[in-house]
């Protein structure tokens, strides 16, 4: 019942993922990354003691693939599974159960992976494939978003976009973009956990800069001066 990308930026490390579902507050359950180790989104029938689980395994030095299988031998209803990971080196792995839902299935690259379950048609995932590729060179968070809002706009999840999220991690032990759509009511016509997504990239987005120095300079303007001097003030 969700789709997702998982990638990594090649030239400065940055480990991230975005995803989309049904149910409410994905971004609790679903995703899990640790700076300079990997980036890991367990989904469809989810377990989320599956994610620290995978991250430690990846901080061990296991490979993604050792991990898929690692956490084959210890989940005994591995075939509900969806689990996505990418480590630092960029090496992906996937794993789509036997039980999952119709229209269930990822492709993988270099640096990055899409997958998704239970969606409304089979062109979700090559769409989102596409949009991956096709936006390259942009802002990291920018690419992740632009491939939620390509599987949305090609069916999505069967039963609709109520929650979603991004998350995103520099070389720092905390995220550098950590965004949550917890819950939009499902309501013909009107904006989705995905459109609210995009809105409050469109918010964060400026700010990027500043959180990634402000703990190491205190000193600093007050982020709504800061956005001021740099000509995007901020407007509610």
């Avoid at 693939?65 to 969806?82: G, N």
């Avoid at 996505?84 to 839902?101: L, P, Q, Y």
């Avoid at 929650?163 to 009107?190: H, N, Q, W």
Wanted: one cysteine or more.
């Amino acid at each position: 019942m969700t789709f997702c990308v998982i990638a990594r930026e090649p030239n400065t490390g940055l480990l991230g993922l975005a995803q989309a579902t049904n149910p409410l507050s994905v971004g609790g359950r679903c995703p899990f990354i640790r700076a300079n180790v990997g980036a890991v989104s367990t989904q469809a029938y989810t377990d989320p003691g599956l994610g620290p689980l995978a991250i430690e395994l990846l901080t061990l030095g296991h490979s993604p693939d050792k991990v898929i299988k690692e956490l084959s031998e210890t989940d005994d209803h591995f075939a509900w599974r969806q689990i996505g990971i990418v480590d630092r080196h960029g090496r992906t792995a996937v794993h789509t159960g036997s039980e999952c839902k119709e229209f269930s299935s990822a492709i993988t690259g270099p640096n990055y992976l899409v997958m998704g379950n239970y969606l409304l048609t089979d062109k979700v995932v090559p769409a989102m494939n596409q949009a991956w590729l096709g936006s390259e060179g942009k802002l990291f968070e920018d690419r992740l978003m632009a491939v939620v809002v390509a599987a949305r706009n090609a069916g999505g999840d069967l039963g609709g976009h109520r929650s979603s999220c991004m998350l995103v991690y520099d070389t720092e032990a905390y995220a550098r973009t950590d965004l949550r759509i917890d819950f939009m009511p499902k309501r013909e016509g009107a904006p989705d956990a995905v459109d609210a997504l995009g809105e409050i990239l469109d918010r964060w987005r400026p700010m990027i800069d500043y959180y990634k120095v402000r703990p190491h300079n205190p000193s600093m303007p007050g982020w709504a001066d800061w956005l001021a001097a740099q000509g995007t003030p901020f407007k509610d």
